[in-house]
C-alpha cells in the first residue's frame, strides 16, 4: 500500500516546509509515501465559494482512481488518538490494495462531489489550523503511527 496526501497549494512558510520534507524522509522508512501539490485555483476573485470548491474538487478527482480509498481530512470526520490512528493505519495496510489517499481541503472545505467520492473522513481537530501547518502535523501523524506499529520509542503516553 502507498499514503498519497494531496493538497491545493504550496507550502510557503520555510519552516513549516523543513518540518514537512523531515517527516517526508523519515517516513521512507516505514512506507511508500507522497505528497501531491495541486496548484491552487487562478483568478479566485470572480469565483463563489462554491465554483472554487468545484475547481479544487476536479483537481483532486483527477488524482484519484477507481480503487483507490480516499480519506477527507474534514472538520466533521472521527477524531482518533494518535494510538488509535496507529491501529487505523495497520488495519488500512492489510486492506487496502494500493492506494490510501488523504485529503486536506481549500479554503472553503470540499466540493460535494469530493464529498461522494470519499470514503471517509477524519478530524485532526475541532480547531482550525492554517492549511500550511495541518500538512505537517498530519505527516508527522503518519510518521508518529508507524513508530507506535514498530515498538519505536517516539511516542509517549
Sequence with gaps: ??????????TNTKYLQEGIEQYIKRLSHYIPF????LPDVKTTKGL???????????M???CIQSGD????LDEKGKEMTSREFSVYLDKKMVT???????VIGGPYG????????????????????????????FIEQIYRAMTILKGEPYHHD
Excluded: D, W
Excluded at 96 to 102: D, G, S, T, W, Y
Excluded at 110 to 126: P, T, V
Design 1 to 10: 500500500m502507498k499514503i498519497t496526501l494531496l493538497a491545493i497549494g504550496k
Design 34 to 37: 507522497e505528497f501531491k501539490i
Design 96 to 102: 487496502v490494495a494500493k492506494n490510501l489517499i488523504f
Design 48 to 58: 463563489t465559494q462554491e465554483k472554487q470548491k468545484e475547481m479544487e474538487g476536479q
Design 69 to 72: 480509498v480516499v480519506v477527507l
Design 110 to 137: 470540499f466540493s460535494q462531489e469530493i464529498y461522494n467520492r470519499a470514503n471517509e473522513k477524519l478530524s485532526l481537530s475541532k480547531m482550525t489550523f492554517s492549511h500550511e501547518m495541518i500538512r505537517m502535523f
Design 60 to 62: 483532486f478527482l483527477n
